[in-house]
């Protein structure tokens, strides 16, 4: 049972580029979420899904887009990096609305 | 803006202490409240979680306890022990809403 894993770890881009970070839950938890963390902040939410085939807008979606792909995987796309995206990226699962929340490893991504 | 702060974003403790780490939020419709702890180049991981009929819980050496009046919510780590020295995150999740407002953190470290 690996929880949450989030491929890749590191990442650099160049303005403009784009790239997709994946997640993959193997819990069977219904609900998905990607966050941000910038330095000296707590994690701010980018996107959310809160079940398979449903996905909403946290506080932050300016510039990302998301897929549920399937009860298992959620990714999050940056179509073209900018360097205020450069942060690190914290994918999450829950079971239930009101429950805790399972984190992964995080990709740290700079945009230069 | 945030509706959840912690008061202090530092805190020392000397090893074998007790460490306090309050939280104070803005929404008095949240009705579930989760502490978490980040280590280092890792994700947040749970710690504690309490809902907003109880107003205390334990569980090993640490206990999460909710003020509703004062809108107020704290941690306490018994014992200090090195391997505690991370950031601790509050957050809280207001009801008929899948979203966590996580506070900025504390940092707590250890002294030996």
């Known amino acids: 049972n690996a929880g949450v894993t989030q491929t890749p770890k590191f990442q650099v881009l160049k303005t403009g580029q784009s790239m997709t970070l994946q997640c993959a839950q193997d819990m069977n938890h219904n609900s998905m979420y990607w966050y941000r963390q910038d330095p000296g902040m707590g994690l701010r939410l980018i996107y959310y899904?809160?079940?398979?085939?449903?996905?909403d807008k946290g506080e932050v979606p300016n510039g990302y887009n998301v897929s549920r792909l399937n009860k298992r995987e959620f990714s999050l796309r940056l179509e073209s990096a900018a360097p205020s995206q450069t942060s690190v990226y914290f994918c999450?699962?829950?079971?239930?609305?009101?429950?805790?929340?399972?984190f992964g490893p995080g990709t740290r991504l700079t945009v230069t | 803006g945030e509706s959840v702060g912690l008061h202090l974003p530092t805190l020392s403790v000397q090893e074998g202490d007790n460490s306090i780490i309050n939280c104070a939020y803005s929404?008095?419709?949240?009705?579930?409240f989760i502490w978490y702890k980040q280590e280092s180049g890792k994700g947040p991981q749970f710690i504690i979680d309490?809902?907003?009929?109880?107003d205390k819980r334990q569980g090993q050496r640490v206990t999460v306890l909710l003020n509703k009046t004062v809108k107020h919510l704290s941690l306490q780590i018994a014992a200090t022990q090195p391997g505690d020295s991370a950031v601790y995150f509050c957050a809280e999740n207001g009801s008929n809403d899948y979203k966590l407002s996580f506070g900025a953190g504390t940092t707590v470290t250890v002294r030996a």
């Open positions: 999450a699962s829950s079971e239930v609305r009101t429950g805790e929340q399972y």
């Open positions: 899904s809160a079940s398979e085939g449903t996905t």
């Open positions: 309490i809902r907003s009929n109880m």
């Open positions: 929404n008095s419709a949240s009705d579930y």
